[in-house]
């Protein structure tokens, strides 16, 4: 059970926009900011967006990233096939046990 | 550019100590700036942070890892490593070693190893 919550599945088609939900809490996204990373199949993660919105040298501004309160969202415009891929949310969480990393569970974006 | 690269056993026996080190290239440890974390992830399942250290030694480890876990650092190496007490096979995963950068908006993993799977069987 993740702490950070993802729905486990996305499509779309080529061209279409897209978007990625991230739920949370106050001890974690409420008062911290929110990474994306996406995992292509077989590889390690890659850092897609960072502070809530902010993208990587590299990073296609198809790629957007935003944060209300205890949410986040990731967006992909123009989707194409090279998008096919596992997206996590993550962000520091400051618990009662101690501040700690956290994930969301991964969503798995498949491109029709 | 940064560059990490995981290495240690690939299969490790139930109750005995997982041990993997990660070379950094590109950058030094030393330098300061950023943390040298490690994160797993079980098969088929997401992403488990396991814990961090920078390069004076200090570290953070999660709270539901910490009675086992040790991470130290070899700043003559340019490494940094892991060790995981008492495993089952609930800790066969993939690990990761990854840089964990900072700004003043906040944290982020920004170079991740290509990661090495570890198995726990007998």
């Known amino acids: 059970q993740s702490v950070l919550t993802q729905p486990p599945s996305a499509s779309g088609t080529p061209g279409q926009r897209v978007t990625i939900s991230c739920s949370g809490s106050?001890?974690?996204?409420?008062?911290?900011?929110v990474n994306w990373y996406q995992q292509l199949p077989g590889t390690a993660p890659k850092l897609l967006i960072y502070s809530n919105n902010q993208r990587p040298s590299g990073v296609p501004d198809r790629f957007s990233g935003s944060k209300s309160g205890t949410s986040a969202s990731l967006a992909i415009s123009g989707l194409q096939s090279e998008d096919e891929a596992d997206y996590y949310c993550a962000a520091w969480d400051d618990s009662l046990n101690g501040p700690y990393w956290v994930f969301g569970g991964g969503t798995k974006l498949t491109v029709l | 550019q940064v560059q990490l690269q995981e290495s240690g056993p690939g299969l490790v026996k139930p109750s005995q100590t997982l041990s993997l080190t990660c070379t950094v290239s590109?950058?030094?440890?030393?330098?300061?700036?950023?943390?040298w974390s490690w994160i797993r992830q079980h098969p088929g399942k997401g992403l488990e942070w396991i814990g961090y250290i920078y390069y004076s030694g200090s570290t953070y480890y999660n709270p539901s890892l910490k009675s086992r876990v040790t991470i130290s650092v070899d700043t003559s190496k340019n490494q940094f490593s892991l060790k995981l007490s008492s495993v089952t096979a609930a800790d066969t995963a993939v690990y990761y070693c990854a840089r964990l950068n900072y700004d003043s908006s906040g944290y982020y993993l920004d170079y991740w190893g290509q990661g090495t799977l570890v198995t726990v069987s007998s």
């Open positions: 106050s001890s974690n996204i409420g008062s911290n900011t």
């Open positions: 590109g950058g030094s440890i030393s330098s300061g700036g950023y943390y």
